[in-house]
C-alpha cells in the first residue's frame, strides 16, 4: 500500500470529475448528461482506490455506476415522449451561479483557514477485512437501519408506481 | 511528489459546487436529481479524504460515506419513481409547468 497520495493520479482523476461535472450541466442533450454522470461517478471510484477505500470503490462502481445511472437512463426514456425532447435549452441561470459561487467562497475559506495536524497520509491502511469487523462490531445498529430504510424505500416506490386504483 | 488532504476537500468543494448551480438553474427534474448525485458524491470524497488523513484506522469516515450511499440509492430510487408518477399525472416533467398543488 502506497504510504501517501502521488499527484499525478490525483491530477488525473479530478480532472476527470470536475471536467465530467462542468459537462453534465453543459450537455444539451439528457442522455449525454446521463453518461457524463456515470463517468464523474467512475473517477470518484478511482479517488477511493487512491484514498486506499477499495471496498468503497466497489460499492461506488456497482450502486453508482451500475445501478444509478441505468436508472436515470431508464427514467429518461420513459419519460421522454420524443427523440427531439432529449436535447433542451442550457437553463443556466446567473443567480443560481452567483450561489454556488458564494458557497464556494464560504468554503475555500473554511478550508484555508483549515490546518490539519497530519499533512500526509499515514501509513496505516485497513483492508476490507477490517472494514468488514469493525462494521459487524460497532456499526452493527447503523448497519441494520441501512437496511430498513432501504426496505422502506423499495415498498414506498413499489406503492408509488402501483397500479392507480 | 504527494497530495494532502486540502487538495481533496478544494476537489469536493467544487464538486458540490457545480452540484449545485445545476441543482438551482436546471429545469428538467431528471437533471436535477443527477446534480444532486453530484453533491451527494463530492460529500462522499470529503468523508472519505479526511478519513484517510486523520483516523485511517477507525474507518469512521469510510462507513459514514457507506451510509450515505445507502441513502443516495434510497434517495434517487423515490426521487425517480416520483419523476415517473409525475409524467404520469402531468405528462411533463419540466419543473417550470409543475407549478399547481391540487393533482
Known amino acids: 500500500m502506497p504510504e501517501s497520495v502521488a499527484v499525478v493520479p490525483f491530477v488525473v482523476l479530478s480532472a476527470g470529475v470536475l471536467g465530467g461535472a462542468v459537462l453534465v450541466l453543459l450537455s444539451r442533450n439528457v442522455v449525454h448528461a446521463a453518461f457524463w454522470v456515470l463517468e464523474v461517478m467512475l473517477a470518484v471510484a478511482g479517488l477511493f482506490m487512491l484514498l486506499s477505500a477499495g471496498f468503497l470503490a466497489l460499492v461506488q462502481i456497482m450502486v453508482y455506476a451500475g445501478a444509478v445511472s441505468v436508472l436515470l437512463l431508464f427514467t429518461i426514456m420513459l419519460t421522454l415522449r420524443s427523440r427531439e425532447d432529449a436535447v433542451r435549452s442550457l437553463d443556466l441561470s446567473w443567480q443560481a451561479g452567483v450561489i454556488a459561487l458564494m458557497v464556494f467562497a464560504a468554503i475555500w475559506t473554511t478550508i484555508s483557514g483549515f490546518q490539519l495536524a497530519i499533512p500526509t497520509a499515514p501509513a496505516i491502511t485497513p483492508g476490507v477485512a477490517d472494514f468488514g469487523k469493525l462494521l459487524f462490531q460497532g456499526w452493527a445498529l447503523p448497519f441494520e437501519i441501512a437496511s430498513v430504510v432501504l426496505l422502506i424505500a423499495l415498498v414506498g416506490v413499489v406503492w408509488w408506481l402501483g397500479d392507480d386504483r | ?103
Request: proline share 2%.
Open chain 2, 1 to 103: 511528489m504527494t497530495v494532502g488532504p486540502s487538495a481533496f476537500m478544494v476537489l469536493a468543494g467544487a464538486l458540490f459546487c457545480i452540484g449545485l448551480f445545476g441543482a438551482l438553474s436546471k429545469k428538467s427534474t431528471v437533471l436535477v436529481l443527477m446534480c444532486l448525485e453530484l453533491m451527494t458524491n463530492a460529500v462522499n470524497i470529503n468523508l472519505v479524504a479526511i478519513s484517510r488523513f486523520v483516523t485511517p484506522e477507525s474507518l469512521a469516515g469510510q462507513f459514514a460515506a457507506a451510509f450515505i450511499m445507502v441513502v443516495a440509492a434510497a434517495e434517487v430510487g423515490l426521487g425517480l419513481a416520483l419523476v415517473l408518477a409525475l409524467f404520469r399525472r402531468t405528462r411533463t416533467i419540466e419543473l417550470d409547468q409543475v407549478n399547481r398543488l391540487k393533482g
